[in-house]
């Protein structure tokens, strides 16, 4: 197996069922990764160690999701030069506005790349993540743009399922 270049935290294992949604962009993509949970609360050492050795270990990308405080994605952007992809989950009554507050707010110096809350960000950080790779990698370029000409098909076809819609319809 490959080595992976993107890694992808979750703050817990209830985080899965949406940041599994990017795993299959990544997958889809032929991206390598490597999944792990950790909290930037209940296991700080344990980020920490795994963002400052990330870099040696091959990996190119790291990408956390986590909701409620959010602070993984800042953790490990503290503590590694590779860029960090944050997506703020829903794990509270608040929505996942605190997630994205805590997540897109960080000091000048510690960059986080925030995307969306929820699935639709974990999609996005999987993309973003591969476009990065992308920049230096002809086989992630040559998926990439297979993605984008696929999506271009499907609003083609939903144009023309709309027609027949409307049709039907006799609108």
């Known amino acids: 197996m490959s080595t992976p270049e993107i890694g992808v935290l979750m703050g817990s294992i209830s985080d899965y069922d949406v940041m599994s949604a990017g795993l299959r962009v990544l997958r889809d993509l032929d991206v390598n990764y490597e999944v792990s949970v950790m909290s930037a609360h209940r296991s700080p050492a ?43 989950l829903v794990a509270s009554s608040l929505a996942g506005l605190d997630a994205l507050l805590a997540t897109v707010q960080m000091p000048g110096g510690v960059p986080v790349a925030t995307v969306g809350v929820g699935k639709s960000g974990a999609v996005n950080a999987a993309h973003l993540a591969a476009r990065i790779l992308a920049l230096a990698d002809e086989n992630v370029a040559g998926n990439v743009d297979a993605n984008r000409a696929g999506q271009t098909v499907k609003v083609g076809n939903m144009q023309t399922e709309l027609e027949e819609k409307l049709a039907a319809d006799g609108l």
């Open 46 to 88: 344990a980020v920490a160690a795994y963002a400052s050795e990330a870099h040696e270990r091959g990996l190119r990308i790291l990408i956390a999701g986590a909701g409620g405080a959010a602070h993984l994605a800042g953790t490990l952007a503290a503590h590694t030069r590779l860029p960090v992809i944050g997506v703020p």
